[in-house]
């Protein structure tokens, strides 16, 4: 089989990180169109929340202590169809002298329902001037207002389903473009998202900086250290809720930088190739065929988006690449996070490639991430390094998701589910596939020999998420090279429930899994897919 295609290289301007910006670095002899003698003062709310929850809002202050200001007051303003209905404001009058500050407010939003509108306005003075923004203070962004959907229903699943964003960065990914929201205040924001648990996925080139630096390595490693202090102190009152994990760089078979997900590994391992702190050659430590000399046997190895478009910028200048055919076939791979925001271009030629190692006989399963670093409801970042920054509405914190088919929300659960495959991704509807014979259920990511068997796939949406277009079955068969496809149709326009239950024999191995397709009110097209079932009875799996 011919994968060339799925590999050619692509090249954007943009990068593909979703980050708070960082506008305080600035080029040696370089000026920047976006450097203010500022702290960033940014506003941030989940995109969506629960019924019957409060509504958190996270005012964040960073370098206050290179411009320290006077944090003068904050008023939240709620409207909906264009009228106000909350507005809520708060003297605060503190002086701000350091590198991180933070305050989350709650406003009770019960007895609302639907999309609202907030601006949060923050008062302060700096320089002996009084001034304002709205939501942020960051140049060369117009004002936009953040929005909210206070749902009518949770998210959509059924019992024993755990929710999950492999993908995420704290405020210790802090670097000379990018920094993250803080643990504590993400706990808030999954909470009422939905959510059941985040990984702590911070770069390995910033968790063993030296605390105030870009550049300087701390041997003592204290922010890996403090991360994981913070973690355990979080988890001890919560549900073992984050997952400490790390993304690091390492060397793809070309000698490129790329990154790995690497959930609940005790000890650090560096990656400091695309980092930016070190000279050419941007040479990480470790490559994707020795790491997994290095890491321990709870833990787990996942691709981080692998076909994601590389930006011209970090291909040229810090030699980033994709994750390659002989990268993805190692057998310590547990698999692939091709859901990193959006269906994107990353998306679908992610969904390629793996579909094309499953037909090869690789077992390797999908995960869903958004890799934000804070942004809970707009993505903000750096589009070109000293020039421009953007916005939009995606890779935003919980939008993506991984589901995992769990007895419990124990920590030790919910990584046996990522580890054995079942598990399914989404970014709305729900999906599951079992395959049963004679009282025996096969879940997500088994392998079986059943000779004659049932398959049942369910697939669940809801208002917020769209009705349901089609619920497909896919089945393959090993050392083939395309898939069958059995197709249901939604026979309505308000299906938010639809099944598949069918009856097949054993032929060749082969491997079963599920797609469903929503679309919500906007047209906007969502997808789930399951991992796979495999039915086989060689030993042709690798």
């Not at 808030?188 to 063993?208: E, Q, W």
Request: proline share 4%; aromatic share 10%.
């Amino acid at each position: 089989m011919d994968f060339s295609h799925i590999f050619t290289d692509n090249y954007s301007t943009i990068p593909f990180v979703a980050a708070y910006a960082e506008m305080h670095y600035r080029f040696k002899f370089m000026g920047s169109r976006y450097y203010l003698r500022e702290p960033e003062i940014i506003a941030d709310i989940p995109y969506r929340i629960n019924p019957q929850q409060k509504m958190p809002v996270l005012i964040l202050v960073k370098d206050s202590n290179h411009f320290p200001v006077l944090l003068n007051s904050y008023t939240i303003t709620i409207a909906q169809n264009c009228e106000i209905i909350i507005s809520r404001s708060k003297v605060i009058d503190m002086e701000i002298n350091q590198p991180w500050w933070q305050l989350d407010a709650y406003v009770d939003v019960t007895g609302i329902a639907g999309l609202i509108s907030i601006d949060v306005t923050i008062e302060y003075t700096i320089n002996e001037k009084r001034k304002s923004c709205i939501n942020h203070n960051l140049p060369l962004l117009p004002y936009r207002a953040l929005s909210c959907l206070v749902a009518e229903s949770g998210l959509p699943g059924s019992a024993g389903l755990v929710w999950g964003d492999i993908h995420y960065h704290t405020n210790l990914t802090d670097d000379m473009v990018e920094f993250g929201a803080p643990l504590d205040s993400t706990l808030l924001a999954a909470r009422a998202i939905g959510l059941d648990f985040y990984c702590c996925t911070d770069h390995s080139y910033d968790l063993d900086d030296l605390p105030g630096s870009w550049s300087k390595t701390d041997p003592d490693l204290t922010k890996w250290n403090l991360s994981r202090r913070q973690i355990i102190e979080i988890n001890k009152n919560n549900p073992e809720c984050i997952i400490a994990s790390e993304e690091v760089t390492i060397r793809n078979q070309r000698g490129r930088n790329v990154h790995a997900l690497l959930l609940n590994n005790k000890n650090f391992i560096p990656g400091s190739g695309d980092g930016a702190e070190k000279m050419i050659p941007f040479s990480s430590e470790h490559s994707t065929s020795d790491i997994y000399e290095l890491i321990e046997n709870n833990s787990i190895l996942i691709a981080a988006h692998p076909l994601t478009p590389v930006p011209l910028f970090q291909w040229l200048f810090v030699k980033r690449g994709k994750w390659m055919w002989d990268d993805l076939i190692q057998p310590g791979l547990t698999g692939m996070q091709i859901l990193n925001g959006s269906l994107d271009t990353g998306f679908y030629r992610g969904r390629d490639i793996w579909i094309k190692l499953l037909l090869s006989g690789y077992k390797k399963y999908i995960f869903a991430g958004n890799d934000a670093h804070g942004n809970f409801n707009i993505f903000r970042q750096i589009k070109t390094p000293m020039i421009s920054l953007h916005e939009k509405k995606e890779q935003v914190f919980g939008e993506c998701r991984t589901g995992i088919i769990s007895g419990s929300s124990s920590q030790s659960d919910i990584l046996a589910g990522i580890k054995s495959g079942n598990c399914i991704i989404t970014n709305g509807p729900y999906i599951k596939l079992v395959i049963s014979n004679n009282g025996i259920d096969a879940k997500m990511g088994e392998t079986v020999s059943f000779d004659i068997f049932e398959i049942n796939l369910d697939g669940i949406s809801s208002s917020e998420f769209g009705r349901i277009v089609d619920l497909k079955l896919f089945t393959g068969i090993i050392g083939g090279d395309l898939e069958n496809c059995f197709i249901h149709k939604s026979n309505g326009n308000t299906t938010f429930n639809i099944s598949i239950k069918e009856n097949f024999s054993y032929s060749q191995d082969c491997y079963y899994r599920g797609e469903i397709l929503t679309i919500d009110s906007d047209g906007i097209e969502r997808m789930g897919m399951t991992n796979p079932i495999w039915v086989i009875k060689s030993n042709r799996l690798v």
